[in-house]
């Protein structure tokens, strides 16, 4: 009698499975994945983040964080998971020169809500007057004394120079001093006082500019200020005017995505995603693709180690990460009875970069390794042998929260078995 | 140039299966109309909406794997069944020129020829047949649009579109009462609207629309509930790029408003294409 095919095998599919132990990919913005999990997301408050398009979008509380990073390689923007931790938008009426906070120097012209990008309202200030100084300031109240940051998201005007500066009005310092010059609806920066980070290219002719300033003394008087017709040296003679919006300063050696404010801070939650896992102990191969954050060109000390995925079982742990302190990508190992192994590579400079690290041997001694595009290295030392795998996969951040990675994942895939960055590269999820 | 056919996440090269053709890749849906004929009357009358059919694919080229042996072979023609065979399967084509486009459909037929004798050639031709219900190619990478009571327009393939849509009350508005979804044309005409009865909490709530499969969930610090109750007017709607004039980028615009607050809204989906 021959044996047939069971009624269950050849089913009317519905969903497409995979080979994969898991499957993420940003393209569709879905939180269910084809590997059959779903992603998790707790934020305690709303965030931004950018449109497929550059526009600035808000979302809601524990709303997935999809978001957007150019591409200026290919010209357009690709989507993301764009992770982060928490902080406060010190300035206050972001959006409204009129608000109470800020100041008038001079007599500056303004007129509101001239310009949008998505949520992001910009306002055109002016100044007018040949023969004197003008533009708005706000004192803002810092915390603990180090490096700060500040944003603000900026359109051509007919102004040809303007200037921004972050100054500490008690000691007589310039904390940041930067000017901002135009060629075809294209900012150019020349900072004379503090960092100038990057400037984020956004929809209808808008960009972020970000900018890092010295150690600044919480404890002294510290304000922002922006200057529409002005130089380096702020000559009075300039008028000219410009559209400027979504100001942002933060305690905080990186700006992160920007927050609104009134006539209060806003302060922004961390979040966690999740995912729960269920495999066998085995050796797998952990393929990230990421946007290559937009610290990593910093100089000078930054924070703590900035997660890609981990999970822990117990004492046994695995995890990938970025290490803000040293530039590197590491990839490390423990077991509950072992010690932390790990091997690290240069964070490379292209614009994406893509990771393979192979989680090897947790019977008998687990031992990773890392390929960022000049080929495997070697093996770390063994730690001790794991007992499990662990049942939560953390994406982006710690398994108590933190360590957020302040940057944005592509594709996150798990394999099992041992796979080289060319097989993981080459799959279409 | 690169050719690159995947089915599901594993490019069909990489295990020496190649494709020569995909039939029916860059043909149009075909449609059918119901028609019937009225007494005393020459012709007939379009009775219905038309119907599509679905797209029949014939994947078809040569397994030709790198160790050209009779084992590897072997093993090549039994990967591209099981590929085949696995539930729903993403047929993914990427030309390297324009953006790729995915179709998902079922395997019907998959045959299998060795080039002369099976037991001395390392090669042979396969022809898979694929059945796509959905007849339309998805851009493998969606879109997702910011959009406010400043109407965004959304850029469309060639096929009507669904997507989802996520309403929220901004941090620094009041609460959202009441929003109102508008779909207008490109010319800023309002061609469909639905009307939700309800209050969004600013910040921490967000009204879920699944223009697709007609849903419709409120998140509340990030639990779901069924909120098709609130739809107290108007119809789901498709975006459809006849509503605009694609060929000169021209393209139907969504638009979001509230009885009071200032919602902030998003609309998530690819682009289809005939």
Redesign the interface.
């Known amino acids: 009698m021959p044996s047939l095919i069971p009624t269950r095998a ?1 089913r009317r ?8 132990l898991f ?1 993420f990919g940003v ?3 879905t939180s269910s994945l ?1 590997t059959g999990q779903s992603l ?3 934020r305690g ?2 965030r931004t ?1 950018y ?3 550059g ?9 997935p964080p ?1 978001s ?1 990073v150019y591409n200026a390689q290919e010209g357009l923007y ?2 993301m998971l764009a992770i982060e931790g928490a902080r406060s938008n010190k300035c206050l009426y972001s959006e409204d020169f009129s608000g109470a906070s800020w100041s008038a120097i001079g007599t500056p012209t303004r007129s509101a809500a001239r310009a ?1 990008c ?2 992001v309202v910009l306002d055109l200030i002016g100044d007018d007057a040949s023969g004197t100084l003008e533009g708005y300031s706000q004192v803002v109240t810092l915390s603990g004394a180090a490096v700060k940051t500040v944003s603000f998201f900026i359109k051509q005007g007919t102004s040809t120079s303007s200037v921004v500066r972050f100054r500490d009005t008690t000691a007589a310092t310039n904390r940041l001093l930067a000017t901002i010059t135009w060629s075809s609806g294209v900012p150019s920066v020349a900072i004379t006082t503090g960092v100038y980070i990057t400037a984020v290219p956004c929809a209808g002719g808008v960009y972020r500019l970000l900018f890092q300033t010295t150690s600044a003394t919480a404890a002294n008087s510290n304000q922002v200020e922006l200057y529409p017709a002005t130089t380096s040296a702020l000559v009075t003679t300039n008028t000219g005017d410009l559209l400027v919006g979504g100001v942002q300063v933060e305690d905080s050696v990186f700006p992160k995505s920007y ?4 006539s209060g801070t ?1 302060s922004q939650s961390g979040e966690v995603v999740t995912a729960a896992i269920a495999w066998p102990l085995q050796a797998l191969t952990v393929y990230a693709r990421i946007a290559r954050p937009t610290w990593a060109g910093l100089s000078g000390t930054l924070f703590s180690d900035r997660t890609i995925v981990n999970w822990n079982n117990g004492g046994d742990l695995y995890k990938l990460q970025l290490d803000a302190a040293a530039r590197t990508i590491t990839s490390a190992v423990q077991s509950n009875a072992g010690t932390l192994r790990s091997v690290s590579a240069s964070i490379p400079s292209t614009s994406f970069i893509d990771i393979v690290a192979q989680f090897k041997s947790p019977t008998t001694g687990a031992v990773t390794n890392l390929d960022v595009g000049s080929g495997p290295g070697a093996d770390s030392t063994a730690t001790g042998v794991f007992t499990a795998m662990g049942t939560t996969l953390y994406i982006g951040s710690i398994s108590s929260g933190g360590n957020e990675l302040d940057g944005g994942i592509r594709k996150l895939l798990i394999a099992s078995g041992a796979r080289t960055l060319a ?1 993981m590269r ?4 | 140039m690169t050719w690159a056919v995947y089915l599901n996440e594993t490019p069909l090269d990489s295990l020496g299966i190649y494709v020569e053709d995909i039939s029916a890749r860059y043909a149009g849906v075909s449609r059918s109309f119901p028609q019937t004929a009225l007494p005393g009357r020459q012709g007939t009358v379009l009775t219905a909406d038309p119907e599509t059919q679905p797209r029949i694919l014939t994947i078809s080229g040569s397994i030709d794997p790198i160790a050209r042996t009779l084992a590897a072979r072997n093993t090549a023609e039994d990967a591209l069944k099981v590929l085949a065979y696995r539930g729903l399967i993403r047929v993914v084509a990427d030309d390297d020129v324009t953006a790729p486009r995915q179709i998902d459909g079922v395997c019907t037929g998959l045959n299998v020829t060795p080039v002369v004798h099976p037991m001395v050639t390392q090669v042979s031709r396969y022809s898979a047949t694929i059945l796509c219900p959905d007849p339309t190619w998805y851009d493998v990478t969606s879109q997702m649009i910011a959009f406010s009571a400043v109407a965004s327009p959304v850029p469309l393939g060639s096929a009507p579109t669904g997507g989802i849509v996520r309403i929220m009350a901004p941090p620094w508005s009041a609460a959202v009462v009441d929003p109102v979804l508008t779909y207008l044309n490109a010319g800023g005409v309002a061609i469909q609207s639905m009307t939700f009865t309800g209050t969004l909490t600013a910040g921490t709530e967000y009204l879920e629309v699944d223009l697709d499969r007609q849903t419709v969930v409120e998140v509340s610090s990030g639990v779901s509930s069924n909120a098709i109750s609130w739809l107290s007017a108007g119809n789901f709607f498709s975006l459809d790029p006849s509503d605009g004039e694609p060929l000169v980028s021209s393209y139907p615009q969504l638009q979001v408003t509230a009885t009071s607050g200032t919602p902030s809204a998003t609309w998530t989906g690819p682009r289809r294409w005939l």
Do not use: C, M, Y
């Open positions: 050849f599919p519905r969903e497409r499975v995979s080979g994969l499957a393209d569709e913005f084809p998790t997301v707790t408050s709303p983040v449109d497929t398009q526009r600035v979008a808000t979302i809601a509380h524990s709303q999809w957007s690709e989507p949008r998505g949520d927050n609104k404010t009134t806003f097989e080459g799959l279409n999820v």
